[in-house]
């Protein structure tokens, strides 16, 4: 029992942050909680467990600090999550490791849940974790035969064992709460935001919906499991006790329902700013109503495709018309909308992209991902495309839902990645568009999706001289902009331009935004 086990959530690759997905840096500027981690620790200190606790990625160490840093803390037993898309880099801190400390390293999440033996035999880790790691991580800190642990697969003599599935939690409720008092706090943020600090909570695990792409559902199960409402709000208390001021509820699926509405309605005496993600077909304007009032600001929704024979292949159960009812429901209630879109499903051709890119314009989310579709091992998504040899790389490292991996029968990967590249030009280079998020900046804070954006842009050119295409995106907006919107006079002189548009302002034009043109400045007023 004196001995010490670390939790670590290491930060041993430059271009992502891994937690529940891995968020590329390049297109995002995202940098989660480790939550899972956060819940493991607290159920060990809670049992008794001497622990340590380091988020690499949070404290924004390199390889190097991050290996001096564990060195540092001398455990004896180290805890760790890993990830499909950081594993070449997660592999090499191992070794090192490894090489400085001989003790067991053990690893939880989706990739061990999904290919365990795989995962042991191609690295130095000792023990693969599947599914849910709570009880599984108590077992081994406490040194119990690793022939008497369920859900683990370990090496024996050279050879890998793999122990029967462990039973998942049925009561939630039995947890403690995520220890967020060894956190770095101030430092994680997400795609959009209105105040910081901010985390993360899950009122619950599991969905007992059949999308065949996701893999969330291999590690807590196909079917909902969820806290009480009462549970949730004494994490809420304790959340505020510590200082936060935004939540993000990031369950696979949050239920419009009774629960959730009792939740909200708990929150609200607390000024949480928060958001929560959900399907089209579990929307109600009831709950939204009631979200609202208590501080909630922003759905994520996954819209995934605007053909509905792609949408039928990914087994979602959703039609076109739920997605744009789901919309009009969160436009009436003046909420934030998130979207995702996939590009590269295998019976998607060119018409079927540009299908998916108009329904994005239209729906017209405030935010919108287009992820290139990456089928995870272990799931039918990915059975189909590797059996009907629609994969065009296999290893571990392509699994972030940015590097194209896979062909359609009508698409090359290369096809695939300019669709997807031009998805966000169309999206994010409209007027329209450009002038609804600067209306918001009074409203709502943007600056997280602003430093998204301009993350964006920049990879999306990352293969083009930049300065090059300033003058095309400028003409392009300019013309919009002068069909869409009142235009004042050219003003040679900028100071006078900048005067104006503030009188402009005072008289109720709050939105009066001057733009440089070839001979002068002009004021563009709503």
């Known amino acids: 029992m004196n001995k010490k086990v670390l939790i670590l959530n290491p930060y041993a690759c430059k271009n992502y942050y891994s937690d529940i997905t891995v968020q590329w840096k390049k297109r995002t500027n995202l940098l989660h909680p480790p939550i899972f981690l956060a819940y493991i620790a607290a159920f060990l200190r809670s049992n008794g467990i001497n622990i340590a606790f380091l988020d690499a990625a949070g404290e924004n160490l390199d390889f190097r600090k991050n290996l001096k840093r564990i060195i540092k803390i001398k455990p004896d037993l180290i805890i760790t999550k890993t990830h499909f898309s950081t594993w070449n880099w997660e592999k090499s801190l191992f070794v090192a490791i490894k090489e400085k400390l001989r003790l067991p390293v053990v690893s939880v999440g989706i990739h061990p849940t999904l290919v365990p033996e795989e995962f042991l035999k191609e690295s130095t880790f000792d023990i693969a974790v599947r599914k849910e790691p709570e009880l599984t991580c108590l077992d081994i800190a406490k040194g119990l035969e690793l022939k008497e642990i369920k859900g683990i697969s370990y090496r024996d003599d050279g050879t890998i064992v793999r122990n029967p599935d462990r039973e998942l939690i049925e009561n939630l409720d039995i947890l403690p709460f995520p220890a967020r008092d060894l956190f770095p706090h101030k430092n994680y943020r997400l795609s959009s935001y209105k105040r910081k600090p901010m985390t993360v909570i899950f009122t619950g695990r599991g969905c007992h919906f059949n999308c065949i792409h996701c893999g969330q559902q291999v590690v807590w199960g196909h079917r909902r499991r969820v806290r009480s409402a009462k549970n949730v709000i004494k994490e809420i208390e304790e959340i505020h006790k510590l200082g936060y001021k935004e939540i993000?509820?990031?369950?696979?699926?949050?239920?419009?329902?009774?629960?959730?509405?009792?939740?909200?309605?708990?929150?609200?005496?607390?000024?949480?700013?928060?958001?929560?993600?959900?399907?089209?077909?579990?929307?109600?304007?009831?709950?939204?109503?009631?979200?609202?009032?208590?501080?909630?600001?922003?759905?994520f929704l996954g819209v995934e495709s605007g053909d509905e024979k792609c949408l039928g292949w990914l087994n979602k159960g959703i039609n076109l018309k739920q997605i744009e009812e789901a919309f009009k429901m969160c436009r009436k209630n003046k909420l934030f909308i998130n979207a995702t879109f996939m590009i590269g499903l295998p019976r998607e051709n060119r018409e079927s992209v540009i299908k998916t890119i108009e329904l994005a314009k239209k729906l017209n989310p405030d935010y919108a991902t287009f992820y290139a579709f990456t089928p995870i091992p272990g799931t039918l998504a990915f059975d189909f495309y590797k059996s009907n040899s629609l994969l065009t790389k296999e290893n571990w490292n392509s699994i972030d839902f940015q590097k194209v991996c896979v062909k359609t029968k009508y698409l090359s990967s290369k096809e695939i990645e300019e669709l997807i590249n031009e998805a966000y030009k169309q999206f994010y280079f409209r007027i329209s568009y450009i002038f609804k998020m600067l209306k918001k900046i009074n409203s709502f804070s943007i600056i997280g999706a602003i430093c998204s954006l301009w993350r964006l842009i920049i990879s999306l050119f990352k293969r083009e001289n930049l300065n090059n295409r300033v003058k095309e995106i400028k003409e392009k907006i300019l013309e919009e902009a002068k069909k869409e919107y009142k235009f004042s006079e050219i003003f040679e002189d900028k100071r006078i331009a900048l005067k104006k548009t503030k009188t402009y302002r005072q008289n109720g034009f709050y939105f009066a935004i001057p733009i440089k043109e070839n001979n002068g400045w002009r004021i563009f007023i709503e």
């Open 248 to 299: 993000s509820f990031e369950d696979q699926i949050v239920e419009c329902d009774e629960r959730m509405i009792e939740i909200a309605k708990g929150i609200k005496k607390y000024n949480f700013s928060w958001k929560f993600g959900t399907r089209a077909d579990l929307i109600n304007e009831e709950a939204l109503k009631i979200f609202k009032k208590a501080g909630c600001y922003e759905v």
